[in-house]
């Protein structure tokens, strides 16, 4: 099992719809990551959080660390939002510590 | 301006050749990293240097060896390519600054835009 679990592995939705994301690890954290990969292949890191919500525009991200879980909604989705969101989380680990990635989720929005 | 660049974009090889990807930032980061990312686009950490000193080497061949010539740079040279290697490399800074060892993962990573590697 790994220790970063994603839900749902694929998801297609039509624009304008709310989408929800999940993200749940077995590790203890001491931050939880949120990328965006672009069909062309680029990273880009949404959201860092270790506790409560985060906005950003259309996208929140909240996290509950005693549940183990995070999740990204994405509000008044838009065929732009298409992409893999892949979550990571920054665990205790030895002595330096870790950064385990999630599968990703791959997300399609139709017109 | 570019933050975080990598070159070549797309590199092709064939077995047992040795060859390197550059990376460079221009964000004045204390920290740089190496990612893999391989056919079914799973990410996994290499390398993280920490102000030209090597922090994390996650379970990687020592056919791959990074060099940090100074803060801004970390290189990935990789000896003896496999067919195995094939794959995406990220390089990523961040600002945190990992003395000690705290800090690890808790601050925004920027990305560059990834080598494509293929070994024939």
């Known amino acids: 099992k790994n220790e970063v679990e994603q839900s749902p592995q694929n998801l297609t939705a039509q624009e304008g719809e709310f989408i929800t994301i999940n993200c749940s690890y077995s590790?203890?954290?001491?931050?939880l990551h949120w990328l965006q990969q672009h069909p062309g292949g680029g990273i880009v890191s949404l959201f860092m959080l270790s506790s409560g919500k985060k906005k950003h525009g259309r996208l929140i991200a909240t996290i509950n660390i005693q549940e183990k879980h995070s999740s990204l909604h994405i509000t008044a989705s838009h065929p732009r939002d298409s992409a893999v969101y892949i979550c990571a989380v920054a665990s205790y680990g030895g002595s330096q510590g870790n950064l385990i990635f999630g599968k990703g989720t791959k997300l399609s929005v139709k017109p | 301006d570019t933050a975080v660049s990598q070159t070549p974009k797309y590199l092709v090889t064939q077995m047992g050749n040795d060859k390197s990807i550059k990376c460079e930032q221009n964000l004045g980061h204390d920290t740089m990293y190496w990612y893999k990312q391989d056919s079914k686009k799973f990410l996994k950490i290499m390398f993280s240097y920490n102000n030209k000193e090597l922090i994390i080497n996650e379970t990687v061949p020592n056919r791959f060896s990074p060099k940090s010539p100074d803060k801004a740079h970390l290189n990935l040279h990789i000896n003896s390519l496999e067919l195995g290697d094939s794959a995406v490399y990220f390089c990523?800074?961040?600002?945190?600054?990992?003395?000690?060892?705290f800090g690890w993962g808790t601050d925004t990573q920027y990305f560059g835009p990834g080598t494509r590697l293929t070994v024939l």
């Open positions: 590790v203890g954290i001491s931050a």
């Open positions: 990523a800074s961040s600002q945190v600054s990992l003395a000690g060892g």
